[in-house]
């Protein structure tokens, strides 16, 4: 599992669902190993993905995972843009509530094949030790497993998966996704008043002082690309290439001198944002 590429998470979860057999007979043989330290590892870690609820979790996750995995891989290209990000999160969204909906039919097909892969290495599937009086947790009187494991397991998960993206993909980035009219090649796909509304959520930042003069800049920006034959540019990346930057260079030449020649590229950045805003 990787901290900062999402979709090595969704496949390090897949690969494990599917070596699974493999990997517990990797442990089983690992356990008669001379090192002791070696063997003991390999016994607890065996144990415990042989356990109802680990396969039952495992099940669960891969194959949920497999339908944010494409999201995923989509929202980090270099090529993503709002609005096709925005479509496929609704279709997502509709896939898992669709599954939240009909969760009796669609954690039946997880558990029979949480069970398929617990016959394979010896186990059953079973609801786990209970107290008589739980005090953390609300007490469920089945004695059905997959029953037991649909209502503590399955249905929370899913329903947290469904707030989680929803977070992310709130009102506001359906408010600001007309931004990407800003994009040349998206220059036809919005009306000038819905970028101008969705530049406004950011008034703060722009140092203009009117919205007459943001709305004049967003004509100007338009006509010009209206006027270009050459290639337009696809994404915000290609789009910076085509700015300009001569109060950076400006300032660069009276912040950067000789007696300041061995100042860090942090302090460096920050003084030219200073001055250039200051200007």
């Known amino acids: 599992m990787c901290t900062t590429r999402w979709v090595?998470?969704?496949?390090?979860?897949?690969?494990?669902?599917?070596?699974?057999?493999?990997?517990?007979?990797?442990?089983d043989i690992i356990e008669e190993d001379f090192d002791r330290d070696v063997s003991t590892k390999a016994v607890s870690f065996s144990s415990s993905i042989k356990r109802s609820d680990f396969l039952v979790n495992?099940?669960?996750?891969?194959?949920?995972?497999?339908?944010?995995k494409d999201l995923s891989i989509r929202l980090q290209s270099p090529k993503q843009d709002l609005s096709s990000a925005f479509s496929h999160f609704k279709e997502v969204i509709q896939i898992f509530e669709a599954k939240r909906n009909n969760c009796d039919e669609e954690f039946s097909i997880y558990f029979k094949n949480a069970s398929e892969v617990a016959s394979k290495i010896g186990e059953e599937i079973k609801i786990p030790r209970l107290c008589g009086r739980q005090t953390n947790r609300n007490n469920i009187k089945t004695s059905n497993p997959e029953d037991w494991f649909r209502i503590t397991i399955y249905i929370p998960f899913i329903d947290h998966f469904i707030t989680e993206l929803n977070s992310r993909f709130n009102d506001r980035f359906k408010d600001i996704i007309p931004?990407?009219?800003?994009?040349?090649?998206?220059?036809?796909?919005?009306?000038?008043?819905?970028?101008?509304?969705?530049?406004?959520?950011?008034?703060?930042?722009i140092p203009a002082n009117s919205h007459l003069e943001i709305q004049a800049e967003l004509e100007l920006w338009k006509t010009k690309w209206a006027n270009t034959e050459n290639p337009k540019p696809q994404t915000a990346v290609e789009t910076l290439v085509h700015s300009t930057a001569e109060r950076s260079f400006s300032s660069l030449r009276r912040l950067k001198n000789y007696m300041r020649s061995s100042?860090?590229?942090?302090?460096?950045?920050?003084?030219a944002v200073l001055h250039i805003q200051y200007t």
């Open 8 to 27: 090595e998470r969704h496949d390090s979860i897949i690969t494990f669902r599917e070596l699974f057999p493999y990997i517990v007979n990797a442990l």
């Open 58 to 68: 495992l099940e669960i996750v891969a194959n949920l995972f497999s339908y944010t």
């Open 179 to 205: 931004l990407e009219g800003l994009i040349p090649a998206n220059n036809n796909k919005y009306k000038t008043e819905e970028i101008l509304k969705a530049a406004l959520m950011y008034d703060e930042d």
């Open 263 to 271: 100042m860090t590229e942090d302090r460096l950045n920050g003084l």
